[in-house]
């Protein structure tokens, strides 16, 4: 009886091994800031890239970026980020896109927004559906670097790390509404 079962197991392991193996490879791309952050620390040294940098962190990057929005916001707020009138606000010249402090925009996309809002001066009053539980750290500061630097916009780079700063810290089941997020 015990010698079966372990003949059985052989095979079993080697299967749960190139099982997971296999998932490791597929899931890579989004596993990349994980992976990209030492080693980008082992090929240069710490200091001048540290200076080099507006803000301490791995920046978002832009070109992902855009590939995260075209695959999520870009339903809502169009490819060229004008919106579209009556429903979804404009993301090209918005000014609360291009705030240097970037805690709000980083709140919208992981709890969502909702309610009256102003943006070039147009009024909206709807909901922003939250985006935190489908897009990762670095998926979000990689689409809001984008957002920050397209159709005119010109911001600096969301990093990785507010990010996870803002997920750790809050956690919220509705919505922000425009007074919650002006008033923190
Ligand atoms: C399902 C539609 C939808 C999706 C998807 C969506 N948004 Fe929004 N977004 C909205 C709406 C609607 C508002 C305005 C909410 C309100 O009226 O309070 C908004 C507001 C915003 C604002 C603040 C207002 C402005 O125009 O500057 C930002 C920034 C923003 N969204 C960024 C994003 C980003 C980045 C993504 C993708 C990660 C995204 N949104 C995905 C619908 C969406």
Redesign the pocket.
Known sequence: MKKTNQLTLVPLALLTAAFFSGCGAAEKPTSAPADAAPAKEAAKPAAPTAAAKPAAGTPGDAEAGKA??LR??F???QANGL?LPG?????AG?S??TEADTGK?IR??LHG?????E?KGVK??????A?GAQ?NDKEIAD??TY?RNAWGNTAAPVTVEAVAGVRAQVQRPTPWT?DELTKK
Request: aromatic content about 10%; some cysteine.
């Open positions: 995260v929005y999520v916001c339903a809502c707020h919106g429903a979804f606000p404009p993301l918005s609360i896109v925009i919208i996309v927004l909702q309610g009256p809002i943006v909206f009053n709807s909901l922003m559906p985006q897009l689409a809001l957002v425009w």
